[in-house]
Nanobody
């Protein structure tokens, strides 16, 4: 059974940092593209970042220069390092996976989702 579990969310002050983890079980992430998405109350879900099977990355403009996505094959985990956090980053963050060798992760339809982790940026 494929499963993704996010962790690392919490409450942080503006300007602070968090690192989200997306741990996979039941499958090997090496064969998958991974996306990080977020959904704030009353807003549509948006893709924040994604990483291809080959390591190519993409970021939404609002997080460029602040967030970094990476993968650790040994731990079968993908991370989202979030720095210089802003109140508008507050949302539930989800990771999702799709098996693909496509080199453009932004065009993929992700079909395996985690349960989400809450990130709240507030003073």
């Amino acid at each position: 059974q494929l499963q993704l579990v996010e962790s690392g969310g919490g409450l942080v002050q503006p300007g602070g940092s968090l690192r989200l983890s997306c741990a996979a079980s039941g499958f090997t992430l090496d064969y998958y593209a991974i996306g990080w998405f977020r959904q704030a109350p009353g807003k549509d879900r948006e893709r924040v970042s994604c990483i291809t099977r080959g390591g190519g990355t993409n970021y939404v403009d609002s997080v460029k220069g602040r967030f970094t996505i990476s993968r650790d094959s040994a731990k079968n985990t993908v991370y989202l390092q979030m720095n210089a956090l802003k109140p508008e980053d507050t949302a539930v963050y989800y990771c999702a996976a799709v098996r693909s060798s496509q080199d453009m992760c932004v065009i993929l339809t992700y079909n395996n989702w985690g349960q989400g982790t809450q990130v709240t940026v507030s003073s």
